[in-house]
């Protein structure tokens, strides 16, 4: 399935971004280069928070395995430009079922593991999946019965497949099947009539300022183009190592981790992230050149590299509009500032010693910085949109972006309608302010329609903080989002209580109910506040709410 215009691919084809090779076919080189190299390897504490004991695979073992599971998708009738939905945390087994649904011509929709049904179930229908790949469990959540009784309800899907000892009844696990094909070697041959890097890769998702859930297409050119980003901005050699927290679902642990280990012909470390304690002896142990973190959380990571002594570049993942004041300026250490829009682009950005996070460049956007041969994989541009804050007609800036790693307008009208400006920007839900001077900038600061995005699903703060706000023993209530928990944003309810009694958790669940609010707009923990203090945008100050 190509999705994006002849002139499209023709334009970036000559440019000397977009190529041939697809993301399997840049693993099988690799495999064929360097069978022995270590390729992808599990959380060491893998068996204490889903089944399965950790693995290390090489290149060699984990080729393998990619080719036994795609004989099984081939044997069970998925054909090329088929979706299978994924449901799976970091672990081996995720990279394995994407490299494998990819070496059989597949498209890949995977879903935030913060989804539940009435997420899961519109998503399921919009995108047409035929199957789905689940794990057991992940910690106490047991997803696979989740996600068994999601697809009984949804027309379309043929088989449910897992990873896990525990699976529920009715689905497939894959680790057994494959088992039984025995010592020969297997193979799948996916023919493309057209070039195959430009066929659909993956559905993410992402959201519309007015609250639309909307699937993003995006092509294996696209995504080596948004991991071209990170690769070489980062400047890593053949054979780097990379250690993220981030789930394979969106632009951060898909751009920022996995494509760029695969460009690198590299090893994967995978992590779930439970502690800082936690990630910290993760990386002692694994020693990676390159680690990927939650911005929230830089200085800490920072702090417990310097005292393991592990000279690792950080890669800070900044979700748009998160408080870059609290970054600390780089000092030895390169740190490489990764800024997510909305799921639409990926900005990657050399911090350079004793400077503080930069703004984000308008126009064209060159990596690696510096480089006389560099390449643009993409433009950002802004323009002006009604705030909605007062009645007065006020506008603010919102940020666009186009180029080879974001989804063309083409490809995104074949699924859902983005608003886009004539020269094919895709408009996102993020204000800055501009920052004059040669070449402009703009800093982010705030979601247009006080949206915010929790799992690549937008809640629209008013309705849902009205609904909190109703409650008799609540004087006023608003919405964040926690990036506590790193590579999982989860959301956070501040409440300003009208008596000395608190609101609890359990009360803003029997509230959600009562209101009919979807799953993913009810916070996951009810925090005590003096006041609400808000920015200039109208959304929560959630740093002045922690302190107050």
């Not at 939905?85 to 394995?96: E, K, S």
């Not at 590299?266 to 990386?283: E, I």
């Not at 973190?293 to 830089?298: G, H, R, T, V």
């Not at 859902?416 to 001077?437: C, F, M, Q, S």
Request: charged share 20%; glycine share 8%; net charge negative.
């Amino acid at each position: 399935m190509i999705l994006a215009d002849e002139e499209t691919r023709q334009r970036y084809t000559e440019s000397g971004v977009w190529g041939t090779v697809s993301l399997d076919a840049i693993f099988r080189k690799s495999a064929a280069a360097h069978p022995d190299r270590l390729a992808i390897v599990d959380a060491p504490d893998r068996a204490s928070w889903t089944s399965g004991a950790p693995q290390r695979l090489t290149y060699g073992e984990a080729d393998e395995r990619i080719n036994r599971i795609s004989a099984l998708f081939s044997q069970m009738g998925l054909a090329p430009n088929h979706v299978i939905g994924l449901m799976l945390p970091n672990t081996t087994d995720a990279v394995l079922t994407y490299l494998a649904a990819w070496r059989s011509g597949l498209v890949v929709a995977p879903f935030p593991l913060t989804w539940r049904k009435r997420s899961l179930q519109p998503a399921l229908e919009t995108i047409g999946a035929k199957a789905i790949v689940t794990q057991d469990r992940i910690e106490q959540n047991d997803l696979s019965t989740l996600m068994r009784d999601v697809a009984a309800e949804v027309f379309g899907i043929r088989y449910m497949l897992g990873f896990g000892d525990g699976l529920a009844e009715g689905i497939l696990n894959i680790a057994d099947v494959i088992g039984e094909f025995g010592e020969a070697p297997v193979s799948v041959d996916v023919q493309r009539g057209e070039n195959a890097a430009d066929h659909v890769a993956t559905l993410t998702f992402s959201g519309t300022a007015d609250g639309q859930i909307i699937p993003i297409p995006r092509s294996h050119n696209q995504w080596i183009a948004t991991g071209l980003m990170t690769l070489l901005e980062t400047r890593a050699e053949t054979g780097s190592s990379f250690l993220s927290p981030f789930v394979l679902t969106g632009t951060a642990g898909l751009g920022g981790g996995l494509v760029p280990w695969l460009l690198s012909s590299g090893t994967l470390h995978l992590h779930h992230f439970q502690s800082l304690n936690g990630f910290a002896a993760h990386c002692s142990e694994a020693a990676p050149d390159h680690v990927l973190c939650p911005a929230a959380l830089e200085s800490h990571v920072m702090e417990r590299l310097d005292a393991g002594s592990v000279p690792a570049t950080l890669l800070p993942v900044w979700p748009g509009t998160h408080d870059r004041k609290t970054a600390r300026p780089a000092g030895d250490r390169s740190v490489i500032d990764l800024t997510v829009l909305d799921e639409l682009a990926l900005f990657a950005n050399r911090r350079e010693a004793g400077a503080p996070v930069s703004a984000l460049p308008l126009g064209p956007v060159t990596v690696p910085g510096g480089s006389r041969q560099s390449l643009t994989l993409l433009e950002i541009s802004s323009g002006t949109i009604p705030t909605g804050l007062s009645e007065e007609k006020e506008t603010r800036e919102v940020l666009r972006v186009r180029g080879p790693m974001a989804p063309s307008r083409d490809t995104m009208t074949s699924f859902v309608y983005v608003p886009t400006t004539k020269d094919g920007y895709l408009e996102t839900t993020i204000l800055a302010r501009i920052v004059p001077g040669s070449p402009r900038r703009a800093v982010p600061e705030a979601r247009a329609g006080r949206l915010l995005m929790v799992g690549g699903l937008p809640v629209g703060v008013n309705e849902t903080d009205d609904a909190y706000t109703s409650h008799e023993s609540v004087r006023d209530a608003s919405l964040y989002v926690s990036d506590e928990n790193a590579g999982i944003s989860q959301l956070a309810l501040a409440v300003v209580p009208e008596h000395a009694a608190p609101f609890t958790q359990a009360e803003a669940e029997r509230l959600g109910d009562a209101e009919g609010l979807a799953e993913h707009a009810r916070p996951t923990r009810v925090t005590r506040a003096a006041s609400l203090p808000r920015r200039l945008a109208g959304d929560l100050d959630e740093k002045a709410v922690k302190s107050a």
